[in-house]
């Protein structure tokens, strides 16, 4: 199970440095926002009922109870994070607010590979706790 967190790990830091959604703003060219961006501010997609950043603290719950030696737990997270995090797909093309007014608006576009590869690195914990013990 150690590979596996490292893995899910490398994977999750290689998707902040990526490309991970394509947003277009009302009147404005498409632009990309890297997976780091996307980890500070998605939070506060909560306001608009985007959840899928919430995967996040669970995918580093997963990695916590990886670490202890819990694959169970892990699997139950990690699967958890997984779910929580596929809702990314519900968003693409629906409008979003730009601003704190709500006057300007967004819409994802189409998911770049650094969110193929946030969902890799989530789809890795489970996989790894469940995977059984080699010596």
């Known amino acids: 199970m150690k590979r ?26 498409n632009d990309a926002m890297y997976g780091l961006q996307v980890l500070v501010v998605g939070w506060s997609g909560i306001f608009a009922g985007v959840i899928a950043w919430y995967a996040n603290p669970l995918w580093a719950f997963g990695l916590f109870f990886g670490a202890l030696r819990k694959p169970v737990l892990t699997a139950v997270v990690g699967a958890l994070a997984i779910a929580i995090g596929a809702t990314t797909i519900a968003w693409i093309a629906k409008e979003l607010p730009a601003d704190e007014g709500g006057v300007t608006k967004m819409a994802i576009v189409r998911l770049l590979p650094g969110c193929y590869v946030w969902f890799a690195s989530l789809a890795v914990l489970p996989i790894a706790a469940l995977l059984p013990k080699t010596k």
């Open 4 to 29: 596996g967190l490292y893995c899910s790990l490398i994977l999750f830091v290689i998707a902040c440095c990526l490309p991970a959604l394509e947003w277009n703003k009302a009147g404005q060219p």
